[in-house]
């Protein structure tokens, strides 16, 4: 394992903890509460994004259209709150990766057209990722409220292992150096995610450069 594999399995190797054995599983959100959920998400994304951490709750609920205890009721705290959008991004990501990313005939397309959706994502949700980092503190694994903030061990490991599925494709078709793993994959997407997020605006030309990294290497 190379030094960036660990530092991306370190970062992501914090499980939440384990529900009680005792406890009933969790009844399906009924329609109008899914419904709620889903708003409070999305006012939470806008209002972080314009007041960071001095974020309120009652803001988040009147964005929502919904009351202020209903917020509490989903998401107790902030920090909560932001594990949530975090998780949904991941679900977002894996989704893509599968109806689009794996679908497509051509895998080289399909990696050039990875690169510019995540790009255009974070263009899209800049200004909320900028306050998780805040809200994470310096530790990436930070415990925040009882769990850590960032995807779940295993929504890490099912778009690995959808990752994986990609990079099979592409090396049996010849687009993809021989020795690409999946587990190369996730630092490159979080470089291009750093540069739009620092305000560089020709990041089309980093990926082309991680592109062009990522080809078929000549026999020696």
Same mark, same amino acid.
């Given at each position: 394992?190379?030094?960036?594999?660990?530092?991306?399995?370190?970062?992501?190797?914090?499980?939440?903890?384990?529900?009680?054995?005792?406890?009933?599983?969790?009844?399906?959100?009924?329609?109008?509460?899914?419904?709620?959920?889903?708003?409070?998400?999305?006012?939470?994304?806008?209002?972080?994004?314009?007041?960071?951490?001095?974020?309120?709750?009652?803001?988040?609920?009147?964005?929502?259209?919904?009351?202020?205890?209903?917020?509490?009721?989903?998401?107790?705290?902030?920090?909560?709150?932001?594990?949530?959008?975090?998780?949904?991004?991941?679900?977002?990501?894996?989704?893509?990766?599968?109806?689009?990313?794996?679908?497509?005939?051509?895998?080289?397309?399909?990696?050039?057209?990875?690169?510019?959706?995540?790009?255009?994502?974070? !263009?899209?949700? #800049?200004?909320?990722? =900028? @306050? %998780?980092?805040?809200?994470?503190?310096?530790? /990436? *694994?930070?415990?925040?409220?009882?769990?850590?903030?960032?995807?779940?061990?295993?929504?890490?490991?099912?778009?690995?292992?959808?990752?994986?599925?990609?990079?099979?494709?592409?090396?049996?078709?010849?687009?993809?150096?021989?020795?690409?793993?999946?587990?190369?994959?996730?630092?490159?997407?979080?470089?291009?995610?750093?540069?739009?997020?620092?305000?560089? !605006?020709?990041? #089309?030309?980093?990926? =082309? @450069? %991680?592109?062009?990294?990522?080809?078929?290497? /000549? *026999?020696?």
């Amino acid at each position: 394992m190379n030094d960036t594999e660990a530092r991306f399995r370190l970062s992501t190797s914090t499980s939440r903890p384990e529900p009680d054995s005792g406890a009933q599983p969790q009844k399906p959100l009924r329609a109008d509460a899914a419904r709620n959920r889903a708003k409070i998400l999305d006012a939470a994304r806008e209002v972080f994004s314009e007041y960071g951490r001095d974020a309120q709750m009652d803001e988040i609920a009147r964005r929502a259209g919904v009351g202020v205890g209903t917020v509490y009721r989903n998401f107790p705290t902030k920090q909560s709150l932001a594990v949530a959008i975090v998780e949904q991004r991941f679900d977002a990501i894996s989704d893509w990766v599968a109806r689009e990313m794996l679908t497509d005939p051509d895998p080289w397309r399909a990696l050039e057209r990875s690169f510019q959706w995540c790009a255009e994502m974070q !263009l899209r949700d #800049r200004g909320y990722a =900028e @306050i %998780v980092g805040t809200l994470a503190g310096a530790a /990436p *694994a930070q415990h925040l409220s009882g769990g850590p903030l960032g995807p779940s061990v295993e929504q890490v490991e099912g778009l690995l292992g959808l990752t994986a599925a990609w990079v099979e494709r592409a090396k049996a078709a010849g687009v993809v150096r021989a020795d690409l793993k999946a587990s190369d994959m996730p630092p490159l997407y979080a470089a291009l995610a750093s540069i739009v997020q620092a305000g560089v !605006l020709d990041w #089309r030309r980093s990926v =082309e @450069i %991680v592109l062009d990294g990522l080809r078929p290497r /000549p *026999a020696r």
